[in-house]
């Protein structure tokens, strides 16, 4: 079974847009973490934020923000007022202790492309 | 700045020649990590380092060797290329891996294999 699914392939908006982009995850485990990456067209991965599952505050930085809800099982990153520089690969990922020692599971990916 | 170096960026070899790929780093974290990623996918672990323990993943062919000589640096060697192993390889270091600390990652190498 699929554990993290991001079921946005790709997403294309016109710059100053807002955009979210969806993820939600499955696991077992009462202590999890998640994980949002981007990748830009020059391969490098960078971690973006991690979310302890014990932490359900939302998160704001500067134009980034994420929504976590347990509910729901999902981890949503929105990005407000979009950019060129935005544009990305935006990878999700789930980190679980009882099956991976904390090896981190991957979404598929989302693919974001921000039009001038 | 403290960060995570591969080299090269860029790596042509000839089906069934031998590479080796670099990683070092100047974060000083224990654990290290080697990623396959092929187009439009999510990166793969092929396998870590946590200090001097290797931990191959279940999955990642013989074909697939590492290295750590030291803290610093760790290398991965392919020991016979396959048309199927153009990819690009990231390396990844992470400060421990009994808890989820994040992961930061080098730039990739990008490897043709012709």
């Known amino acids: 079974a699929q554990k993290v699914t991001q079921a946005q392939t790709e997403i294309s908006v016109v710059e100053k847009e807002d955009v979210t982009l969806d993820c939600v995850y499955e696991?077992?485990?009462?202590?999890?973490?998640l994980f949002w990456y981007k990748q830009p067209p020059s391969g490098e991965l960078v971690f973006l934020i991690r979310r302890n599952s014990f932490d359900e505050q939302n998160e704001i930085s500067g134009r980034y923000s994420w929504n976590f809800q347990k509910s729901t099982s999902s981890f949503n990153f929105t990005i407000t007022a979009s950019q060129v520089v935005d544009s990305a690969v935006y990878f999700c990922a789930l980190s679980e202790e009882w099956d991976s020692n904390y090896q981190l599971i991957w979404g598929a990916g989302t693919k974001l492309i921000i039009k001038p | 700045d403290a960060m995570v170096i591969q080299n090269p960026r860029y790596q042509v070899t000839q089906f069934g020649k031998p590479v080796t790929l670099s990683c070092s780093q100047t974060l000083n974290h224990n654990v290290m990590y080697w990623y396959q990623q092929k187009s439009s996918q999510a990166p793969k672990l092929l396998f870590h380092y946590y200090d001097k323990d290797f931990n191959n993943e279940a999955d990642t062919p013989d074909n697939f060797q590492s290295r750590r000589p030291n803290t610093s640096f760790c290398f991965l060697d392919i020991r016979s290329p396959g048309l199927g192993d153009a990819a690009m390889y990231l390396c990844?270091?992470?400060?421990?891996?009994?808890?989820?600390?994040?992961?930061?990652f080098g730039p990739g190498t990008r490897l043709t294999v012709t």
């Open positions: 696991t077992r485990d009462t202590t999890y973490y």
């Open positions: 990844a270091t992470s400060r421990d891996q009994d808890r989820a600390h994040e992961q930061y």
